[in-house]
T-cell receptor, first 113, second 115 residues
Framework: DGGITQSPKYLFRKEGQNVTLSCEQN?????MYWYRQDPGQGLRLIYYSQIVNDFQKGDIAEGYSVSREKKESFPLTVTSAQKNPTAFYLC????????????FGPGTRLTVT | GESVGLHLPTLSVQEGDNSIINCAYS??????FIWYKQESGKGPQFIIDIRSNMDKRQGQRVTVLLNKTVKHLSLQIAATQPGDSAVYFC??????????????FGGGTRVLVKP
């Protein structure tokens, strides 16, 4: 059963701590993406990767970091430098030539207090 | 850069009626336009896409219209059902050959289906 998974669904952290969000896909997609969604708003691109060992900053990369060591995995680290980290984080993947057809995971809701 | 915006944050529609969700974009270089549906607490789901060389595309109960002259696209849902209640996002993407190809999402329209 192919798909994209994110874990955990809910995550709570204290301010000042780094936290890593997991994203795994078995769709054999080259491209993967991380988005942030705030209440009542659209999706904003944090980072994306079109191939293993390569990634680019999106529109709001400050305070975040990523790695792409394996095709299937694209973890996102929310660092203590991110000023407002509480949000719903969505991971997606696509075929590299079909960036317009992205498959999304179920999301991780991160709450930092 | 690209900006994509939706005209109405909320659309209330009677079950069985047709729904029309509108979206505007700013970059005339955008080549692909996409509609996504997001149900509460879930990730968005691809509905339909249209390329800039088309002005209409139909899917199952959905039709997307593209007007490049005024940089406007719309999603029409025929015979709206309770399961259509969700937030709908439009998104735009530049040509596949453009560097840094990625999607730019609009703010979303919440569709509420009344029984």
């Amino acid at each position: 059963d192919g798909g994209i998974t994110q874990s955990p669904k809910y995550l709570f952290r204290k301010e000042g701590q780094n936290v890593t969000l997991s994203c795994e896909q078995n769709l054999n997609h080259d491209a993967m993406y991380w988005y942030r969604q705030d209440p009542g708003q659209g999706l904003r691109l944090i980072y994306y990767s079109q191939i293993v060992n390569d990634f680019q900053k999106g529109d709001i990369a400050e305070g975040y970091s990523v790695s792409r060591e394996k095709k299937e995995s694209f973890p996102l680290t929310v660092t203590s430098a991110q000023k407002n980290p509480t949000a719903f984080y969505l991971c997606a993947s696509s075929m590299r030539e079909r960036v317009y057809e992205q498959y999304f995971g179920p999301g991780t809701r991160l709450t930092v207090t | 850069g690209e900006s994509v915006g939706l005209h109405l944050p909320t659309l209330s529609v009677q079950e069985g009626d047709n729904s029309i969700i509108n979206c505007a974009y700013s970059n005339s270089a955008s080549d692909y336009f996409i509609w996504y549906k997001q149900e509460s607490g879930k990730g968005p789901q691809f509905i339909i896409d249209i390329r800039s060389n088309m002005d209409k595309r139909q899917g199952q109960r959905v039709t997307v219209l593209l007007n490049k002259t005024v940089k406007h696209l719309s999603l029409q849902i025929a015979a709206t059902q309770p399961g259509d209640s969700a937030v709908y996002f439009c998104a735009a993407s530049r040509s596949l050959k453009a560097a840094g190809n990625k999607l730019t999402f609009g703010g979303g329209t919440r569709v509420l289906v009344k029984p």
